[in-house]
T-cell receptor
Framework: DSGVTQTPKHLITATGQRVTLRCSPR?????VYWYQQSLDQGLQFLIQ???????AKGNILERFSAQQFPDLHSELNLSSLELGDSALYFC????????????FGQGTRLTVV | AQKVTQAQTEISVVEKEDVTLDCVYE???????LFWYKQPPSGELVFLIR??????QNEISGRYSWNFQKSTSSFNFTITASQVVDSAVYFC??????????????FGKGTKLSVKP
């Protein structure tokens, strides 16, 4: 058990809908990262928050947004969903902001139908 | 540009064979970190090792060993006496200055290892 908790584990929704994925980092970790894993794109970094502030952005679509709350949990919001958004979404957390090993949650499998 | 290449898409071995998973990386940074993660069929990503760019010592942990060579930009992973439980997808990753932060990981496409009894 990595100590990173993601909910829900599975999510099935229709095109055009909006969903929220939740992540609770390991105790004491200040950084939260979101990654998307799809068959065609592989594992891709989406966005990072550090102690409540956005720290870095990767290949995140404009339809997607995230935030990190004062208690350090994070939410990834996906809107106007398309079939191509179906993927495994991982949250990871780490102590600091630089090169510390990131521990991953079990992922949320999103299926858009 | 920063990139991680895992040229082996799939490898199949018989139990007790040794197997090496290749990883080649590209980065212009002089300070960077390399990682290996394991993704078993259950789907989670399990951290295996982190190595920084200044430490070229090989590392051994039980049946696992890692060979880091800056001269060839490679960070290869060897499993000795493989077991069925080693069946998984293995990802090599690079953490360098990407997207404004040095904490993000750039992953290779992964190598799917199947160990048959």
């Amino acid at each position: 058990d990595s100590g990173v908790t993601q909910t829900p584990k599975h999510l099935i929704t229709a095109t055009g809908q909006r969903v929220t994925l939740r992540c609770s980092p390991r105790s004491g970790d200040l950084s939260v990262y979101w990654y998307q894993q799809s068959l065609d794109q592989g594992l891709q970094f989406l966005i990072q928050y550090y102690n409540g502030e956005e720290r870095a952005k990767g290949n995140i679509l404009e339809r997607f947004s995230a935030q990190q709350f004062p208690d350090l949990h994070s939410e990834l919001n996906l809107s106007s969903l398309e079939l191509g958004d179906s993927a495994l979404y991982f949250c990871a957390s780490s102590r600091g902001n630089r090169n510390t090993e990131a521990f991953f949650g079990q992922g949320t499998r999103l299926t858009v139908v | 540009a920063q990139k991680v290449t895992q040229a082996q898409t799939e490898i199949s071995v018989v139990e007790k064979e040794d197997v090496t998973l290749d990883c080649v990386y590209e980065t212009r940074d002089t300070t960077y970190y390399l990682f290996w993660y394991k993704q078993p069929p259950s789907g989670e990503l399990v951290f295996l090792i982190r190595r920084n760019s200044f430490d070229e010592q090989n590392e051994i942990s039980g049946r696992y060993s890692w060979n880091f060579q800056k001269s060839t930009s490679s960070f290869n992973f060897t499993i000795t006496a493989s077991q069925v439980v080693d069946s998984a997808v293995y990802f090599c990753a690079l953490s360098a200055n990407y997207g404004g932060s040095q904490g993000n990981l750039i992953f290779g496409k992964g190598t799917k290892l199947s160990v048959k009894p």
